[in-house]
């Protein structure tokens, strides 16, 4: 053990950065099986967060295994520029097969923060190529999150994760987020006519639309908003107000995509079709890098018309055991019947969770859909006024919770950028009914020592 303990110092001298955490990791993971990781010493972890948001076959999967050892028995790695790529080219086909009917070619890229770069210039260049390069701003939201590059950070509203870095970001509008547990415009649903969506064509206008190239925004949210799940009007007032202003709507399923939220792409819970849709984490559940941006039609159709190619690339994107390893993942999640799954057992999470955790007073909201849930901490749950952001709340619960063997994915600022601590959960889609029991009560003691701390 001296050996692994020794390696425990390292990682926290040697590793540049440990995902701005106010907490170094302690433990070394050892090995995953199904919804559990192991630590060095052999104790169990349920893996609750699911990376965040990554897992979704679950860990050690065999066939998973075998497919990316056949594929490197063959060839690890070759270049795209130079090589047809057969896994590539058939991970294309199934990812078409299962997006929306308009989407037609995938951008293939390592991150989530690529796909969205990738997408942010594939949008670019599309009213380049039709004459209309003053077409370059992107409109987000704020709250939201996007990557940390920097086109994909300059478009996310994370201010924790933007502060340092002000002079190097394109200081692009943005509007605020459909959260009705804390609205931006301090109106109530449905009174407020959905506000939320008209401040798009209110910035549109404000800008000028022959500035604006794209709106960016995750169809259910993420780290910034905690799952925030917006209205049932919201995406087709958004959908609507980027075609009359001829502004493309980039959708990141980075979280949501390829199944977490009960369909192949959260965006489907609204019946609109997005322009460019990226994705990332459960594209390979975990098992290597692997991104996309999947493209509709009509830009196909621009690029191919003006015999343009897209001015991007990375020397990696396309790794043929990567795809090898998401075609394996995706074909599991449709001959496993994941999806449903998903969608399934999101409703018994969802009611589990609120009957096992709603009663403390620290819990604010429980929000979210499928197997992707956000809970707000708060102070006083009848004010909602968030803890002293100097606490650092929802890392602490992540510790205590930890501690007692279940993983959560603790954020903060959902409340103006500054304040208000959540954490998401979000477990690998083959959980069963009595695992989600077990992490909920393991929350609920998590909850009940951290109210002793922190109420
Ligand atoms: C919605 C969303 N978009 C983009 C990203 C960036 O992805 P990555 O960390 O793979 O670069 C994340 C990461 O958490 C995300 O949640």
Redesign the pocket.
Known sequence: MPDRLEAVQRLTSNVFGAIYSPFQPKVICDRGQGIYLFDQNGKRYMDFSGG??VVSIGHGNKRVREAMMEQMKKVSFFFRGFWLNEPLLALADHIIKVSPENFVMCQFCN??????ETAIKIAHQYHVERGKPEKYIVISRWQ??????LG?LSASGHTIRRLKFGQLLHHWPKIGAPLCYRCPYELNYPSCNIKCARALEEIINQVGSHYVSAFIA?SI???ATACMVPVPEYYPMIREICDRHDILFID?????GFGRTGKWFGIEHWGVNPDIM?S??GMTGGYT?M?TAIIDRKIGEVFTEKGASFIHGFTMEGNPVSAAASLAVLDIIEKEGLIERSARLGEYLFKRGREKLLHHPAVGDIRGKGLLMGIELVKNRKTKEPFDPSLRVANRLQQIAMEKGVMVYPTFGVDNGVRGDTFLVSPPFIITKGEIDTAFDMLNEAFTDFEKEFL
């Open positions: 965040p948001h991150s989530g923060s690529e796909a969205n939201s999150y996007h990557g940390m590059t994909a995750e949210g993420g780290a990141d399923e980075v979280i949501c990226t990332a984490k890098p991104a």
